[in-house]
């Protein structure tokens, strides 16, 4: 079945550190990969996706390139804000899957002033 | 526009009580979800209605019933609530864009306690 590893959390970084957060998945066919982001006391809001190998996404600043050969989708930003505190999901949709989303478990970003 | 909306916000039930969450999402999607949100956990699908009048089990819908009352509301009932069903669920509906795929938009989520 398809399935999301994130690295295990919390981070905690000061402002203006480069930020990496690893997603790797296992899943049949050809999956799209998405990164969700959770502020505090908010529902997931759609952060960046990809939907086919070597593609890159990219938005606010964040990016994440599909790597199939080595089945990951990590996410980086060059310099995070005290603004991007908050929760960071990885997840996947398989092809014919009626769009059903399988989650990683999430993981806290704090970013310190 | 209001996207997704969920009620309520917040919920305390004692074991056995039932409740009914209400979710509607007035973006013309024929899509829409239920999932629960644990710590450590991620969140996991409980039911999801591929478009009006369909419903089909997600990954944990075990003392859950949803109904797709028409394409704007999908609600989730709990029958006979209990503590291991202390979470946060979260409704949320899709927008499918061809070669692009899809775009799943998340309601505000609904914070229930069962004592």
């Known amino acids: 079945g398809n399935s999301v590893t994130q690295m295990e959390g919390p981070v905690t970084l000061s402002e203006e550190a480069f930020l990496t957060i690893n997603c790797t998945y296992t899943?049949?066919?050809?999956?799209?990969l998405f990164w969700y982001v959770q502020y505090p006391g908010e529902g997931l809001q759609l952060l960046l996706k990809?939907?086919?190998?070597?593609d890159k996404g990219s938005n606010k600043g964040f990016e994440a390139t599909y790597r199939k050969e080595t089945t990951s989708f990590h996410l980086e930003k060059g310099s995070v804000q005290v603004s991007d505190s908050a929760v960071y999901f990885c997840?996947?949709?398989?092809?014919?899957?009626?769009?059903?989303?399988?989650f990683g478990k999430g993981i806290t970003l704090s970013v310190r002033p | 526009n209001a996207g997704v909306t969920q009620t309520p916000k917040f919920q305390v039930l004692k074991t056995g009580q039932s409740m009914t969450l209400q979710c509607a999402q007035d973006?013309?999607?024929?899509?829409m979800y239920w999932y629960r949100q644990d710590p450590g956990m991620g969140l996991r699908l409980i039911y999801y209605?591929?478009?009006?009048?369909?419903?089909d089990k997600g990954e944990v819908p075990n003392g859950y019933n949803v109904s797709r009352l028409n394409k704007r509301e999908f609600s989730l009932r709990l029958e006979s609530a209990a503590p291991s069903q202390t979470s946060v669920y979260f409704c949320?509906?899709?927008?499918?864009?061809?070669?692009?795929?899809?775009?799943?938009?998340f309601g505000p989520g609904t914070r229930l306690t069962v004592l």
């Open positions: 997840a996947l949709s398989s092809t014919g899957a009626n769009s059903k989303l399988t």
């Open positions: 899943a049949t066919g050809y999956p799209s």
């Open positions: 990809a939907t086919k190998a070597d």
């Open positions: 973006m013309n999607h024929n899509s």
């Open positions: 209605s591929a478009s009006e009048g369909t419903t």
């Open positions: 949320a509906s899709i927008k499918l864009q061809g070669a692009l795929g899809f775009t799943q938009y």
